[in-house]
Protein backbone atom coordinates (compact mmCIF):
# COMPACT_ATOMS: atom_id res chain seq x y z
CA UNK A 1 0.00 0.00 0.00
CA UNK A 2 1.13 3.71 -0.92
CA UNK A 3 -0.08 7.10 0.09
CA UNK A 4 -3.10 7.52 2.16
CA UNK A 5 -5.79 4.82 2.20
CA UNK A 6 -9.01 5.53 3.29
CA UNK A 7 -12.16 2.72 4.40
CA UNK A 8 -14.99 2.49 3.52
CA UNK A 9 -14.91 4.17 0.53
CA UNK A 10 -18.95 4.44 0.74
CA UNK A 11 -20.70 4.00 3.84
CA UNK A 12 -24.32 4.72 4.29
CA UNK A 13 -25.89 4.75 8.25
CA UNK A 14 -29.03 5.95 9.76
CA UNK A 15 -29.48 8.85 12.30
CA UNK A 16 -29.41 6.31 15.20
CA UNK A 17 -25.84 4.01 13.67
CA UNK A 18 -23.00 4.68 15.23
CA UNK A 19 -19.71 4.26 12.31
CA UNK A 20 -16.11 4.28 12.06
CA UNK A 21 -14.14 5.64 9.37
CA UNK A 22 -10.49 4.72 8.59
CA UNK A 23 -7.41 6.40 7.82
CA UNK A 24 -3.95 4.82 7.00
CA UNK A 25 -0.79 6.79 5.86
CA UNK A 26 1.86 5.12 4.43
CA UNK A 27 4.64 8.04 4.37
CA UNK A 28 6.21 8.37 7.02
CA UNK A 29 4.32 12.00 7.85
CA UNK A 30 3.77 13.05 11.42
CA UNK A 31 0.77 14.68 10.80
CA UNK A 32 -2.75 13.98 10.06
CA UNK A 33 -6.07 16.04 9.20
CA UNK A 34 -9.40 15.04 8.77
CA UNK A 35 -11.21 17.59 5.81
CA UNK A 36 -14.95 17.64 5.00
CA UNK A 37 -15.94 18.29 1.06
CA UNK A 38 -20.28 19.22 0.75
CA UNK A 39 -21.14 19.78 -2.69
CA UNK A 40 -21.14 23.17 -3.97
CA UNK A 41 -18.76 23.76 -0.51
CA UNK A 42 -15.52 23.94 -0.49
CA UNK A 43 -13.11 22.03 1.84
CA UNK A 44 -13.36 22.55 5.50
CA UNK A 45 -10.83 21.07 8.14
CA UNK A 46 -11.96 19.47 10.74
CA UNK A 47 -9.19 17.67 13.03
CA UNK A 48 -5.51 18.20 12.91
CA UNK A 49 -3.42 15.55 14.70
CA UNK A 50 0.43 16.60 15.29
CA UNK A 51 2.42 13.49 16.75
CA UNK A 52 -0.87 11.36 17.70
CA UNK A 53 -2.00 15.01 19.75
CA UNK A 54 -4.76 16.50 18.48
CA UNK A 55 -3.90 20.43 18.17
CA UNK A 56 -7.19 21.25 16.08
CA UNK A 57 -10.77 20.56 16.42
CA UNK A 58 -12.59 23.57 14.02
CA UNK A 59 -15.87 23.85 15.70
CA UNK A 60 -17.22 20.40 14.95
CA UNK A 61 -20.34 19.14 16.53
CA UNK A 62 -19.24 16.34 19.11
CA UNK A 63 -20.92 13.73 17.36
CA UNK A 64 -17.70 13.91 15.23
CA UNK A 65 -15.13 12.47 17.83
CA UNK A 66 -11.54 11.39 16.16
CA UNK A 67 -9.03 8.77 17.56
CA UNK A 68 -5.20 9.26 16.56
CA UNK A 69 -3.58 5.83 17.48
CA UNK A 70 -0.33 6.53 16.28
CA UNK A 71 1.28 8.63 13.77
CA UNK A 72 0.06 6.54 10.93
CA UNK A 73 -3.65 5.56 11.52
CA UNK A 74 -6.44 8.07 12.12
CA UNK A 75 -10.06 6.96 12.43
CA UNK A 76 -13.30 9.24 12.98
CA UNK A 77 -16.03 8.03 15.01
CA UNK A 78 -19.56 8.93 13.95
CA UNK A 79 -22.67 8.62 16.29
CA UNK A 80 -26.20 10.42 15.55
CA UNK A 81 -25.34 12.05 12.48
CA UNK A 82 -27.47 14.39 10.75
CA UNK A 83 -28.63 13.98 7.06
CA UNK A 84 -26.62 17.25 6.84
CA UNK A 85 -23.42 15.12 7.60
CA UNK A 86 -23.93 13.62 4.17
CA UNK A 87 -20.22 14.41 2.31
CA UNK A 88 -17.08 13.19 1.54
CA UNK A 89 -15.03 12.87 4.30
CA UNK A 90 -11.30 13.42 2.91
CA UNK A 91 -7.93 12.47 5.30
CA UNK A 92 -4.98 13.85 4.83
CA UNK A 93 -1.53 13.64 6.01
CA UNK A 94 1.50 15.83 6.01
CA UNK A 95 5.21 16.89 7.50
CA UNK A 96 4.41 18.87 10.54
CA UNK A 97 4.95 22.47 9.64
CA UNK A 98 8.66 23.64 10.81
CA UNK A 99 8.47 27.23 13.06
CA UNK A 100 9.68 30.73 11.17
CA UNK A 101 8.82 31.95 8.04
CA UNK A 102 11.16 30.15 6.21
CA UNK A 103 9.82 26.93 6.97
CA UNK A 104 7.38 26.43 3.57
CA UNK A 105 3.91 25.66 4.11
CA UNK A 106 2.02 22.18 4.66
CA UNK A 107 2.02 20.30 1.34
CA UNK A 108 -0.85 17.72 2.33
CA UNK A 109 -1.29 14.36 0.77
CA UNK A 110 -5.28 13.46 0.11
CA UNK A 111 -6.72 9.72 0.55
CA UNK A 112 -9.40 8.90 -2.22
CA UNK A 113 -11.78 10.08 0.32
CA UNK A 114 -15.22 8.11 2.11
CA UNK A 115 -18.44 9.01 0.58
CA UNK A 116 -21.19 9.17 3.90
CA UNK A 117 -25.06 8.74 3.39
CA UNK A 118 -26.88 10.10 6.34
CA UNK A 119 -30.57 8.64 5.67
CA UNK B 1 -11.04 37.33 7.10
CA UNK B 2 -8.83 34.81 4.58
CA UNK B 3 -10.48 33.96 1.52
CA UNK B 4 -9.93 31.99 -2.05
CA UNK B 5 -12.64 32.66 -4.73
CA UNK B 6 -11.54 30.67 -8.26
CA UNK B 7 -13.17 31.41 -11.57
CA UNK B 8 -15.08 30.67 -13.29
CA UNK B 9 -16.90 27.59 -11.61
CA UNK B 10 -16.94 25.57 -15.02
CA UNK B 11 -15.06 25.86 -18.23
CA UNK B 12 -15.56 23.97 -20.79
CA UNK B 13 -12.97 23.55 -23.63
CA UNK B 14 -12.00 21.64 -27.09
CA UNK B 15 -9.08 19.83 -27.04
CA UNK B 16 -5.75 22.07 -27.89
CA UNK B 17 -7.73 25.13 -26.93
CA UNK B 18 -5.48 27.13 -24.32
CA UNK B 19 -7.27 29.09 -21.29
CA UNK B 20 -6.73 29.91 -17.49
CA UNK B 21 -8.22 29.20 -14.29
CA UNK B 22 -8.27 32.20 -12.09
CA UNK B 23 -8.13 32.06 -7.81
CA UNK B 24 -8.23 35.69 -6.01
CA UNK B 25 -7.26 35.62 -2.60
CA UNK B 26 -7.16 37.73 0.81
CA UNK B 27 -5.08 36.39 3.18
CA UNK B 28 -2.93 38.11 5.97
CA UNK B 29 0.24 37.09 5.27
CA UNK B 30 0.86 34.24 2.67
CA UNK B 31 2.91 30.98 3.92
CA UNK B 32 1.86 29.48 0.84
CA UNK B 33 -0.92 28.82 -2.35
CA UNK B 34 -1.45 25.26 -3.62
CA UNK B 35 -3.43 23.99 -6.92
CA UNK B 36 -4.72 20.57 -6.47
CA UNK B 37 -6.44 18.68 -9.25
CA UNK B 38 -9.22 16.45 -8.16
CA UNK B 39 -10.82 13.82 -10.20
CA UNK B 40 -14.55 12.33 -9.97
CA UNK B 41 -14.57 9.98 -6.50
CA UNK B 42 -11.08 10.55 -5.78
CA UNK B 43 -9.28 13.00 -2.99
CA UNK B 44 -7.29 16.00 -3.84
CA UNK B 45 -3.65 15.42 -5.82
CA UNK B 46 -1.20 17.85 -5.77
CA UNK B 47 0.22 20.22 -8.40
CA UNK B 48 1.95 22.70 -7.22
CA UNK B 49 3.07 25.04 -3.99
CA UNK B 50 4.03 28.88 -5.01
CA UNK B 51 5.54 30.94 -2.17
CA UNK B 52 6.17 34.82 -3.45
CA UNK B 53 4.73 37.33 -6.02
CA UNK B 54 6.56 36.63 -9.33
CA UNK B 55 6.76 32.79 -8.87
CA UNK B 56 5.51 30.46 -11.29
CA UNK B 57 6.07 26.91 -11.76
CA UNK B 58 5.22 24.74 -14.71
CA UNK B 59 4.31 20.53 -15.08
CA UNK B 60 3.33 19.14 -18.89
CA UNK B 61 0.57 21.43 -19.94
CA UNK B 62 0.21 23.04 -17.02
CA UNK B 63 1.52 26.29 -15.67
CA UNK B 64 0.94 27.98 -12.23
CA UNK B 65 2.07 31.29 -11.67
CA UNK B 66 1.44 34.28 -8.10
CA UNK B 67 0.84 37.46 -7.52
CA UNK B 68 -0.03 39.38 -4.58
CA UNK B 69 -3.85 39.11 -5.02
CA UNK B 70 -4.22 35.78 -7.48
CA UNK B 71 -3.25 33.13 -8.65
CA UNK B 72 -3.77 31.23 -12.66
CA UNK B 73 -3.49 28.21 -13.72
CA UNK B 74 -2.43 28.02 -17.38
CA UNK B 75 -3.08 25.20 -19.26
CA UNK B 76 -1.64 24.86 -22.87
CA UNK B 77 -3.41 22.83 -25.62
CA UNK B 78 -4.84 20.57 -23.05
CA UNK B 79 -6.36 17.48 -23.35
CA UNK B 80 -9.03 15.07 -22.14
CA UNK B 81 -7.11 13.55 -19.85
CA UNK B 82 -6.86 17.28 -18.24
CA UNK B 83 -10.68 17.29 -17.50
CA UNK B 84 -10.84 17.20 -14.08
CA UNK B 85 -12.09 19.95 -11.09
CA UNK B 86 -9.08 22.25 -9.87
CA UNK B 87 -8.61 23.60 -6.50
CA UNK B 88 -6.77 26.23 -5.28
CA UNK B 89 -5.47 27.24 -1.94
CA UNK B 90 -3.75 29.06 0.66
CA UNK B 91 -2.18 28.93 3.76
CA UNK B 92 -1.46 32.01 5.70
CA UNK B 93 1.27 33.04 8.05
CA UNK B 94 -0.62 32.81 11.19
CA UNK B 95 -2.33 30.07 10.02
CA UNK B 96 -2.19 26.70 12.34
CA UNK B 97 -0.91 23.39 11.00
CA UNK B 98 -2.88 22.03 8.11
CA UNK B 99 -5.29 24.70 7.76
CA UNK B 100 -5.35 25.54 4.36
CA UNK B 101 -8.14 27.85 3.06
CA UNK B 102 -10.21 26.18 -0.06
CA UNK B 103 -11.76 27.78 -2.96
CA UNK B 104 -14.77 26.14 -4.58
CA UNK B 105 -12.78 24.64 -7.27
CA UNK B 106 -13.43 25.16 -10.89
CA UNK B 107 -14.47 22.13 -13.30
CA UNK B 108 -12.76 21.75 -16.57
CA UNK B 109 -14.13 19.94 -19.13
CA UNK B 110 -11.89 19.41 -22.21
CA UNK B 111 -13.98 17.95 -25.11
CA UNK B 112 -11.79 15.73 -28.20
Known amino acids: ETGVTQTPRHLVMGMTNKKSLKCEQH?????MYWYKQSAKKPLELMFVYNFKEQTENNSVPSRFSPECPNSSHLFLHLHTLQPEDSALYLC??????????????????FGAGSRLTVL | EDQVTQSPEALRLQEGESSSLNCSYT??????LFWYRQDPGKGPEFLFT???AGEEKEKERLKATLTKKESFLHITAPKPEDSATYLC?????????????FGKGTKLSVKP
Open chain 1, 92 to 109: ASSWTLGQGLLSGANVLT
Open chain 2, 50 to 52: LYS
Open chain 2, 89 to 101: AVQALGGSQGNLI
Open chain 1, 27 to 31: LGHNA
Open chain 2, 27 to 32: VSGLRG
